[in-house]
T-cell receptor
């Protein structure tokens, strides 16, 4: 019963390409998040959204944008991919309020920019 | 914003021994502290969590303690088993749209 689905498991893109990473959740969660995971750095927040069409910058938003047109879908966009954006990208969702269940994560998208 | 630091970065124990992972946080407004386990190639999974109004919580072989005054919390795994081998992440936050800040992770290796 997969609850947070990321559209691609592995992705290889060329420098300068526009890249779309898609995330869909079926738990009716208000909050959705995009993190990147790099060895030794843990998970760093790129962007998050607490409602449809709402977005907030995280700690490392440079070079990224997001879109949330529907409650269940949160897209991460790399406007012009660069090699330093090679990473594992994790999407997560949570319900609004007390955060009783923490995050539910997607399986991740390993992006390689060549 | 919040800053969560996690130690050690790697931990190797013998099967049956205990393992302890420690984290500190900076924002006194943080009120929720989850721990995630990430096995190789898999998504992080919540294994235990603790709220700021609780000092300790146990779930079978796993326990988490929280010291609000000192702003640190720890994960304790007793009677470790090879299947406990994974990367463990602590996190803190929850006060701002349930936004969490993660530690850098601890790679636990349980030797049979």
């Amino acid at each position: 019963d997969v609850k947070v689905t990321q559209s691609s498991r592995y992705l290889v893109k060329r420098t300068g390409e526009k890249v779309f990473l898609e995330c869909v959740q079926d738990m009716d969660h208000e909050n959705m998040f995009w993190y990147r995971q790099d060895p030794g750095l843990g998970l760093r927040l790129i962007y998050f959204s607490y409602d449809v069409k709402m977005k907030e910058k995280g700690d490392i938003p440079e070079g990224y944008s997001v879109s949330r047109e529907k409650k269940e879908r949160f897209s991460l966009i790399l406007e012009s991919a660069s090699t330093n954006q090679t990473s594992m990208y994790l999407c997560a969702s949570s319900s609004f309020g007390e955060g009783e269940d923490g995050y539910t994560f997607g399986s991740g998208t390993r992006l390689t920019v060549v | 914003g919040e800053n969560v630091e996690q130690h050690p970065s790697t931990l190797s124990v013998q099967e049956g021994d205990s393992a302890v992972i420690k984290c500190t946080y900076s924002d006194s407004a943080s009120n929720y502290f989850p721990w995630y386990k990430q096995e190789l190639g898999k998504r992080p999974q919540l294994i235990i969590d603790i709220r700021s109004n609780v000092g300790e919580k146990k779930d079978q072989r796993i326990a988490v303690t929280l010291n609000k005054t000192a702003k640190h919390f720890s994960l304790h795994i007793t009677e470790t088993q090879p299947e406990d081998s994974a990367v463990y992440f602590c996190a803190g936050g929850g006060s701002n749209f349930n936004k969490f800040y993660f530690g850098s992770g601890t790679k636990l290796n349980v030797k049979p």
